[in-house]
């Protein structure tokens, strides 16, 4: 069957997925040694953890550049803030992850006065039909860039559960340790997210058809 | 949408994530089949998937400009770090420097001082220990003495050294007749015996005080 062919691609996701990363412990030393004016250690912290912040921002934003604005602020925030940070509380990966979110959220909240309201097509609509189109259409590379443009229109409690659980693909645990809430307010965000991207994209292609 | 459809849509949402168990999985598919809804949200899910796979799997742009500007802002932190370090410590030595200097300025001018020691001097192979007790004056003796363990101890009836006369060390023998004979009081039961000491030597060629360092039995 059709289905189940799909589903076997995301099979081998489930484990790794919810298995949660291991601890960094270089990490530690690393920071340790930054923390005594050691540029090599920063610039290896950097690197290894660039990638997951960008990604965050970029997906959180839909734009690379404010995404690259927003990475080089949480860097930057970390040279002058080392000791904010307390590894009994988590790891680093996490603690950038809310610096990250934090500068997002700033960032969004003052440029939010001049964005146009354009969510009316995240509201529920008669799901009848489109499902069947959007399986190609999103698997078409122009659609995935408007479902990162999606992604970065939904409200902000929606998007961070997508952008950590599935894209990130840190288990409910970790997203609810990061996000500070419970396990299930992660799960029913992620379901919303996840119903109102679809019923966006079905939208789309409705309009497209007429 | 059927109640009992609305509690699998959820569970639908999870398989279309990979995260669903494979008995569970037997039984939302048993479900997809025979209801067309149902089918439809898994097949939308499950697209949903495949492009946030997709969407994960791009490559990340080269940012070589922001680790740069990064990297900057770290060495523009560390030079701060170091001269507010500098300037601590700067502080800090001005500090120090300026209470030696009231210090010195409330200490009184250094005189030639009366000083009470007392001095044991060990008889080979073994004896009572001597107690000398004798003046000491001058600076320089003064200051070797702390620095050594015993004090030299001046020669009875030698005229006092100046405060700032040069002087000169001379280790030699002496016997302890020669001691008794300069006004020592030495209790050794063996006037043969050789004290092996230090001699403090003023400008003008005479010994002025002894530090003795052992004392020998006579040969």
Redesign the interface.
Known sequence: MKISGTLARFERNSVERHMGEPERRPDRDLLRQFCDGDREAFTTLYRAHFPAVFRFAFYMTGDRIRAGEITQDVFVWLVHHPSEFDADRGDLPAFLGGVARKLVHRRQQNESRWRPLDDAALLPRDGRGGDRELVRGLERRQDVAELRQAIAALPERYREAVVLCDLQEKSYQQAARELGCALGTVRSRLHRARELLVRKFQGKKEGQKC | MLTECREY??RL?E??????AADE?RAL?AH?DVCAEC??????????????????A?G??E?AA??A???A???R??AR??SRWVLVAGLAAAVCLGVVWVERRREPVERPRVGVTTVAVQTAPASRPVSVVQRVRHKMARRQANEESQPFLEIPYTVPLAPEEQTTVVRMEIPVAALIAVGFSVPASDAGAVVEAEVLVSQDGRARAIRPISISASR
């Open positions: 849509r959820e949402i398989l279309a994530r990979g995260a669903v999985r598919m997809v089918a439809q949200a898994l097949e939308g899910q499950l697209a949903l998937s495949a492009a946030l796979e997709s969407m994960a791009e990340l742009p940012m922001i680790e500007r990064v990297l802002e770290f060495d932190a560390a770090r170091v």
